[in-house]
C-alpha cells in the first residue's frame, strides 16, 4: 500500500509540475460534453433538466473513471520499457494506477471550480433521490472507474502480440464511446442499440453510475445491476491477468 | 518545382513506412470508417423527435460533419503530426537538423512526416458530402463544386494557421503537450454548427470567426443559410490567418537556441 501511496504521490507531483498542460486537457473534456449538452437543449426533447443532470454528472464521473493508459503502456511494451519494472517488486499494473490516480486528483481540481460555474449558468439541481441511491451511484463509481481502467490496460497490452496497436485502440474508442454512453445517454439509444449495449462492459464502465444517479433506474434494480457490475470487473480482471501472462512470454524487449 | 518533388519524395518514403506496418495502417481505415458510421447513427439520435436544431435539419449536418472530416483527414495527411511534435523538436534541439537542410524550416517542419493512413477519414468525409448532397437534391454546378473546394482548402489553410501559431508557442515555452489537448477541443468544436454556440451574437461570431470559417460558414452557404457572397469571406480570411501564423514563426524562430547552443 505504502508504495502504491508512493506512486499516486510522484504522479501528482510530476502533474503539478505542467499545471496549464493539465487545465488545457481538463477543458478539452469539457468543451465536448458542453457541446453536447447544447445540442440536446436545442432539440427540445425531453427534459432540459434531465440532460443537464445527466452530463452534469457525466463530466464529474467521467473523469473519475477517465483512462488514457494504453498507448503508453502499449509503446513502454514496444520499446521494451517495461524490462525495468518487471524487476521491481511492485506490478507494472500498480505503477499505471499511480499515475492514473495522480493525475486525476489533480484534473478534478480544475473540474470542480468549472462544475461550479456552469451549475450556475445551466441552474443545475442535485436529482433528489434516496440515500440508498446515493450509496449505489458511488459504489457504481468506484467500480466503473476500475472497469474502465482495466479495459485500457487490456487494449494497452494487445501490444505483446500487434507491432503496432494504434488501430485496435482506434476501434476500441469509437466502440466505448457508441456504447458507454459519453455521447449520448443508452437510454435515448434505439432499443436493439440499448440490448446491445447491456452485453457490452462499456455500459458498467461509465453509464450505469449515471443511470442510477439520473433515476432512470427503479431501486430495486440497483442491487442486480450493481451484482452484474461487480461480474464484469471481475472478468475483466481475470481477462487482465491471463493476458498480461501470456504477454509476458511473448515478451522480448531490444537489448534482450 | 522543387518542393512539389520533395513533397513527392516524402510521400514515397512515408508510405515505405505506413506499409511496414500494413495490417495496421489497413485497420486504421476500417476503423475511419467505423468512427464516421458511428458519428452519423449518434448524430440522427439528436434527431429522433426533433426534425430541426437550430434551423439544421439532419443532412444538413451531415453535410457539416462530412466536409469536418474532409478537412480534418486532410489536416492528419499532411500537418499534424509534424505540428503536434514541433515543441519536442524545438526541446530537443532537433529543429538544428531542419534549419541546416537547404528547403525551407516552415516547409519541411511541417509536411516531414505524413499519416497516410488517415486517408479513411477523408475519403469517408467526402462519401457523407455527397450522401448528404444527394439527399438534400441539390444538382453538380459548377458552384457547388468552387464552394466546396474553395471552402475546403480555406478550411484547411486555417485550421493550420491556427495549431501553427500555438506550436510556435513552443520556441518560448518548456514544454506544450497540451498541444494534443488543444487541437482535441478544437476538432471537437468544429464538428458542431458553431451558430448554435454563437446564437448569432456578434462579439462571439468576431471571436469564434476562425473557427466559424472552417466548416460552419461553408456548410451554412452551401445549404443557403447565408449569402453565396460569403465565400468571398473565405480566401481572405484564410489567408490572414496563414499569413499571421507564418510570420509568426518567423518571429517566434529567431528565439531558438537549440539544445546545443
Known sequence: ?????????????????????????????????????????????????????????????????????????????????????????????????????????VKLVFLIPILLALGLFFRFTFPVVAPVVWLAFVISVLFAAVINFILEFIVGITAFWLDDSEALREIYGVTSLAFSGRFVPLVVLPLFFRKLAAFLPFRYSLSLPLEIITKELPVDQLFPLLVIQFGVLLAVIFLCRLLWQWGLVRYTASGN | MKYLHLLISLFRNNLARDMEYRANFFLMVISQVLWVVVQLALISVFFTSSSTIHGWDIYQLFLLVGMYRCIDGLFHIFFYRNLLDFPEIIR?????????KPAGTLFLASTRYQKLNEVGTTLTGAGVVIFSLFHLHYQLSLFLVGTLFISLLAGLTTVYSVILMFSSLSFFLTRMTALEAFWDMLSKTLRVPLDLITQGNSLANALLLPLLIVVTIPAQIITQKISGLFIFLEIPCALVFFILAVRFFNFSLRHYSSASS
Open chain 1, 1 to 105: 500500500m505504502n508504495k502504491f501511496i508512493t506512486y499516486v504521490t510522484v504522479s501528482l507531483k510530476d502533474t503539478l509540475v505542467y499545471r496549464g498542460d493539465v487545465a488545457l486537457y481538463t477543458g478539452s473534456g469539457v468543451v465536448f460534453t458542453l457541446i453536447t449538452l447544447i445540442l440536446w437543449l436545442n432539440t427540445n426533447t425531453g427534459s432540459p433538466q434531465f440532460y443537464i443532470q445527466y452530463y452534469f454528472f457525466l463530466l464529474l464521473v467521467g473523469l473519475i473513471c477517465s483512462s488514457w493508459n494504453s498507448i503508453f503502456i502499449s509503446r513502454d511494451i514496444r520499446f521494451g520499457r517495461i524490462s525495468p519494472f518487471l524487476v521491481k517488486p511492485i506490478p507494472y499494473i500498480i505503477h499505471q494506477a499511480g499515475n492514473n490516480i495522480g493525475e486525476k486528483l
Open chain 2, 92 to 100: 530537443t534541439g532537433d529543429l538544428d537538423g531542419f534549419l541546416t
